[in-house]
């Protein structure tokens, strides 16, 4: 299995980390005025524990550790294990190299 990092190009899986689904999003309790406290407890356990299954395409979060060392998203079907779109994550850039700053 290879895996297409934006920075580094095609490489073998084994650089890279699985994190794990790149869909949930945090609860934001400040826009969701209203909601109790159970309500809020409710959204925050599903957030953190709850992910759904998918047999197919789903977006997941990889780590490039054998490489650039950044955080990528790429879309994988589960069941066949390819590989579509990968890139950066959001707020995460390639780590730079160290004589970048010479
Ligand atoms: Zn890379």
Redesign the pocket.
Known sequence: MRIA????GE?ESG?FTYLGDASPKRPNFAVDSGTGPEAAEDAFYDYVYLRDNVAGVMREYWY?GG????W?VAERNTVTHEFGSVTAAPGAG?AKPAHAGE
């Open positions: 990092c934006p920075f580094c490489r650089e490039h490489g650039c060392r950044s990528l390639a």
